[in-house]
């Protein structure tokens, strides 16, 4: 698939300056089965293109453990760095805590800023 826009259930995505653009759409809980739709989505998307990745995850109410560990993991696939947009305290700490236990295996940032994301992730292009 090479589209300038894809779009499931759960997400949509684009590539814009080198960066690829996560967005999670509003109210999602998101499970195991969510995570391994979304991550093979995003790499059928990517066609072998490593890309740093903008992720906005402002839209998700909840992360259970089975996504948070998968997507730590194979979620880091493809990807060169990955800036995490947050926007409430609970977000931050869910985000936090994903990223103290779960250890992402690219670097990986928390940002209220989306030029501050930018910003970091532009050293990775």
Known sequence: MNYELF???YAKFWV???ILFFEYKPDLVIDLKAAQQIVK???TFQNEV???IFCDIRGVVYFNKASRDYLA???SILTKAVGILVHQKVS???SS???EISKPTVPTK???DKSKALQFLSNYI
């Open 7 to 9: 779009e499931n259930e």
């Open 16 to 18: 814009n300056n080198q």
């Open 41 to 43: 989505d995003r790499i």
């Open 50 to 52: 490593t890309y740093p």
């Open 73 to 75: 993991k194979s979620g």
């Open 92 to 94: 931050k700490a869910i």
């Open 97 to 99: 805590f994903y990223l």
């Open 110 to 112: 928390l940002f209220e």
